[in-house]
């Protein structure tokens, strides 16, 4: 029995008009032009990968959750930019994972879905995915500033700058979805939007201005987080070759931002994964779907277990807060007896 997902894919969130699209494609496509014919996948394959991916959601949805619940339960963490940063890449990360996920899912089951919806999908996720290395840069400099200049951090580390930060990240990640809408409202009939349509972003928004701007954008955005990552990260080595003191913290800002830095190579896989995986199925066509689905995993679930790692492991005052919620919530509460109610 062979499971007929969408002739269309779901989204893309990078400047290849084909990146997430290839990567979750889940039914008969055309490689090379049309040369070759990749197999449908079977009903059990398609039950497993779709197991796998649900399961690895909500094993991250719990942890996201929880992290967010012990952020908000303990006013200490509202008076730190760092896990004001944090709790904000764990809310737009679990954000993007449920976009994903669901839409990995539901492609097996719809071939179609109404163009509107289809671009609120694709605008959030755009969205969410273009956020992440910009919070990683602002957390990176958060860790710079904490380190190279720990007596003026108070000053210029407060609450009130990093929601000013967090708004100019939402203003500028939101600024290229919402011009591929208006571009396409302006070039597209009004019926296109009351239509059935591939969840595809290249088919939602292929006008060629879209791609350009979108390649400009992602290029200079990712060159300045990637600037920003590489200069903390020196600059903290050379605080750490000259301190006498303190120095575990500062090895563990550097080891931060090199996590920090991790996360943004693998952002940037988005990037070159059409090349790569189209090379790779070319050598191997029998295992196509094989190979979709593993980049699929490889770029967008496993990129979201870093977060956890990074602060709910790593960082000794979170963590010892969020453990002790999650004790709290594996132990059954007991009623305490009074002396007269045993009476």
Not at 9 to 17: E, G, H, I, L, R
């Given at each position: 029995?062979?499971?007929?997902?969408?002739?269309?894919?779901?989204?893309?969130?990078?400047?290849?008009?084909?990146?997430?699209?290839?990567?979750?494609?889940?039914?008969?496509?055309?490689?090379?032009?049309?040369?070759?014919?990749?197999?449908?996948?079977?009903?059990?394959?398609?039950?497993?990968?779709?197991?796998?991916?649900?399961?690895?959601?909500?094993?991250?949805?719990?942890?996201?959750?929880?992290?967010?619940?012990?952020?908000?339960?303990?006013?200490?963490?509202?008076?730190?930019?760092?896990?004001?940063?944090?709790?904000?890449?764990?809310?737009?990360?679990?954000?993007?994972?449920?976009?994903?996920?669901?839409?990995?899912?539901?492609?097996?089951?719809?071939?179609?879905?109404?163009?509107?919806?289809?671009?609120?999908?694709?605008?959030?996720?755009?969205?969410?995915?273009?956020?992440?290395?910009?919070?990683?840069?602002?957390?990176?400099?958060?860790?710079?500033?904490?380190?190279?200049?720990?007596?003026?951090?108070?000053?210029?580390?407060?609450?009130?700058?990093?929601?000013?930060?967090i708004g100019i990240i939402l203003i500028l990640t939101a600024t290229p979805p919402v011009t591929?809408?208006?571009?396409?409202?302006?070039?597209?009939?009004?019926?296109?939007?009351?239509?059935?349509?591939?969840?595809?972003?290249?088919?939602?928004?292929?006008?060629?201005?879209?791609?350009?701007?979108?390649?400009?954008?992602?290029?200079?955005?990712?060159?300045?987080?990637?600037?920003?990552?590489?200069?903390?990260?020196?600059?903290i080595m050379l605080t750490a070759r000259a301190a006498s003191m303190g120095l575990a913290s500062?090895?563990?800002?550097?080891?931060?931002?090199?996590?920090?830095?991790?996360?943004?190579?693998?952002?940037?896989?988005?990037?070159?994964?059409?090349?790569?995986?189209?090379?790779?199925?070319?050598?191997?066509?029998?295992?196509?779907?094989?190979?979709?689905?593993?980049?699929?995993?490889?770029?967008?679930?496993?990129?979201?277990?870093?977060?956890?790692?990074?602060?709910?492991?790593?960082?000794?005052?979170?963590?010892?807060?969020?453990?002790?919620?999650?004790?709290?919530?594996?132990?059954?509460?007991?009623?305490?007896?009074?002396?007269?109610?045993?009476?």
């Amino acid at each position: 029995m062979d499971v007929d997902g969408p002739d269309s894919k779901m989204f893309n969130s990078s400047t290849s008009p084909t990146a997430l699209d290839q990567l979750v494609s889940n039914s008969t496509l055309l490689q090379g032009g049309g040369a070759a014919m990749v197999p449908k996948d079977s009903f059990t394959n398609a039950l497993t990968k779709n197991i796998v991916a649900m399961l690895v959601w909500l094993a991250l949805s719990i942890i996201n959750s929880s992290m967010v619940h012990t952020f908000l339960r303990h006013g200490l963490f509202y008076e730190n930019p760092r896990y004001i940063m944090f709790v904000c890449m764990v809310i737009n990360d679990a954000l993007q994972l449920s976009l994903v996920t669901a839409l990995y899912v539901v492609s097996y089951i719809f071939r179609k879905i109404h163009a509107s919806v289809c671009c609120l999908l694709i605008m959030t996720a755009v969205l969410t995915t273009r956020s992440t290395p910009l919070i990683l840069a602002g957390m990176a400099v958060e860790r710079y500033i904490s380190i190279c200049f720990p007596l003026h951090y108070s000053q210029m580390c407060t609450v009130p700058r990093t929601r000013l930060l967090i708004g100019i990240i939402l203003i500028l990640t939101a600024t290229p979805p919402v011009t591929d809408l208006l571009i396409s409202i302006a070039v597209k009939p009004p019926s296109f939007f009351h239509s059935s349509i591939f969840c595809d972003h290249s088919l939602l928004f292929h006008h060629p201005s879209i791609y350009v701007k979108n390649v400009v954008f992602d290029v200079t955005y990712l060159s300045f987080v990637a600037l920003t990552l590489l200069y903390t990260y020196c600059k903290i080595m050379l605080t750490a070759r000259a301190a006498s003191m303190g120095l575990a913290s500062v090895k563990r800002a550097r080891n931060t931002v090199l996590l920090h830095g991790l996360q943004l190579l693998l952002c940037m896989l988005a990037f070159v994964v059409p090349s790569l995986q189209a090379a790779l199925i070319s050598l191997f066509p029998r295992l196509s779907l094989e190979i979709r689905y593993v980049f699929f995993l490889v770029v967008y679930i496993i990129p979201r277990f870093l977060s956890p790692v990074i602060y709910g492991f790593r960082d000794k005052q979170f963590c010892k807060y969020w453990t002790r919620y999650l004790s709290c919530k594996g132990q059954r509460v007991q009623p305490v007896l009074t002396k007269a109610q045993v009476r």
